[in-house]
T-cell receptor, first 113, second 114 residues
Framework: DQQVKQNSPSLSVQEGRISILNCDYT??????FLWYKKYPAEGPTFLIS?????DKNEDGRFTVFLNKSAKHLSLHIVPSQPGDSAVYFC????????????FGKGTRLSVIA | KAGVTQTPRYLIKTRGQQVTLSCSPI?????VSWYQQTPGQGLQFLFE???????NKGNFPGRFSGRQFSNSRSEMNVSTLELGDSALYLC?????????????FGEGSRLTVL
């Protein structure tokens, strides 16, 4: 049973436009959400996070939105750059519980110049 | 500050053999967790160790095992290798337990089973 779902395996966006990556979760105990970026032959690197007490967190070109009622979060990248081309993983955890960090299957973003 | 170091980076084994992978966390980090990444399956959680104790275990068969030493370094072992064990094995460390903060990943050990 997949608790964190990224339903789009891939996404192509033109340079300069907005990239929107989506993530859904099923476990209502999750209260901390993170996005990781992964380049080939490298480990994932932390990008941005959001706590369930917020509905938005912004860091430069990256903004994460959380809709708790819909159990949905999204990552917006504006403007998209060719260097953003990577696989993006959504992850969730329950800080109050003894649960591991659960990852989605990832979305491959290609930013076309 | 040195990052998470995993060895070996690449290895090839044959079915039935066993393999040991090593992970050195960031200095001061007490939690080490392991993930398996295969195409189409994303990152699947194997186990987490904190202060030498296994805190969490994923849904993998008993052939997969791990341990953590007093200096926080961790090893994972896979016995009786199967073709389906071919994957990138990622180790991550964190200051506290894995669900209290961000994880810092190593570059992974790519295992090929022939």
């Amino acid at each position: 049973d997949q608790q964190v779902k990224q339903n789009s395996p891939s996404l192509s966006v033109q340079e300069g436009r907005i990239s929107i990556l989506n993530c859904d979760y099923t476990n209502s105990m999750f209260d901390y959400f993170l996005w990781y970026k992964k380049y080939p032959a490298e480990g994932p690197t932390f990008l941005i996070s959001i706590s369930s007490i917020k509905d938005k967190n912004e860091d430069g070109r990256f903004t994460v939105f959380l809709n708790k009622s819909a159990k949905h979060l999204s990552l917006h990248i504006v403007p998209s750059q060719p260097g953003d081309s990577a696989v993006y993983f959504c992850a969730a955890s329950a800080k109050r519980g003894n649960t591991p960090l659960v990852f989605g299957k990832g979305t491959r973003l290609s930013v076309i110049a | 500050k040195a990052g998470v170091t995993q060895t070996p980076r690449y290895l090839i084994k044959t079915r039935g053999q066993q393999v040991t992978l090593s992970c050195s966390p960031i200095s001061g980090h007490r939690s080490v967790s392991w993930y398996q990444q295969t195409p189409g399956q994303g990152l699947q959680f194997l186990f987490e160790y904190f202060s030498e104790t296994q805190r969490n275990k994923g849904n993998f068969p008993g052939r997969f095992s791990g341990r953590q030493f007093s200096n926080s370094r961790s090893e994972m072992n896979v016995s009786t290798l199967e073709l389906g064990d071919s994957a990138l094995y990622l180790c991550a460390s964190s200051l506290g337990t894995m669900n209290t903060g961000e994880l810092f990943f190593g570059e992974g050990s790519r295992l090929t089973v022939l």
